[in-house]
T-cell receptor, first 116, second 111 residues
């Protein structure tokens, strides 16, 4: 069974600075998908970024980028130029494939607080 | 496209009552997933349904919990005889080949 571990329960960062959230996972699969979701106080689950394991290039979405280390089974999220609106819970998640019926396996989350 | 619609947003039940949570998937989606988020935890898979079929219920508690997705109407997650430990946020998601879209969740509070 797959597991996802987020070792940082809480993180803080000053506005405009950069922060990195850690995630490790365990799987015997060779091809899979990794995700970072943002959950603000509104509780909505918002997809931040997605990485396909077969792609060597790290995914980027504007201020959000990942450092995907497949051999180390590590998938960290870097947020550049942090904004107050980035304050939220962040979840790392794993999925075996994009086929119907595949479950997302989530980590326990990291609370990120952006300070002005 | 209205997205995944869940209602109610908040639900308060006394111990022993029944809770019914509803989910309407995105237009054109016929695959629905239910996840539960206990306080201070990540989301955990409960059940995967297609129209009129439960495909995978490996995450559902063995008793008191049931789910359905009828041919017409929303998917329903039903919790009978609720206990305090059922207090959580319950999320529904629907999927296409591009991945999941989550609803805003229903927060169930058992008093």
């Amino acid at each position: 069974a797959q597991t996802v571990t987020q070792s940082q329960p809480e993180m803080s960062v000053q506005e405009a600075e950069t922060v990195t959230l850690s995630c490790t996972y365990d799987t015997s699969e060779n091809n899979y998908y990794l995700f970072w979701y943002k959950q603000p106080p509104s509780r909505q689950m918002i997809l931040v970024i997605r990485q396909e394991a077969y792609k060597q290039q790290n995914a980027t979405e504007n201020r959000f980028s990942v450092n995907f280390q497949k051999a180390a089974k590590s998938f960290s999220l870097k947020i550049s130029d942090s904004q107050l609106g980035d304050t939220a819970m962040y979840f790392c998640a794993f999925m075996k494939s994009m086929e119907y019926g595949n479950k997302l396996v989530f980590g326990a989350g990291t609370i990120l607080r952006v300070k002005s | 496209n209205a997205g995944v619609m869940q209602n109610p947003r908040h639900l308060v039940r006394r111990r022993g009552q029944e809770a019914r949570l509803r989910c309407s998937p995105m237009k054109g989606h016929s695959h629905v997933y239910w996840y539960r988020q206990l306080p201070e935890e990540g989301l955990k898979f409960m059940v995967y349904l297609q129209k009129e079929n439960i495909i995978d219920e490996s995450g559902m508690p063995k008793e008191r919990f049931s789910a359905e997705f009828p041919k017409e109407g929303p998917s329903i997650l039903r919790i009978q005889q609720v206990v305090r430990g059922d207090s959580a946020a319950y999320f529904c998601a629907s999927s296409s080949s591009n991945g999941y879209t989550f609803g805003s969740g229903t927060r169930l509070t058992v008093v």
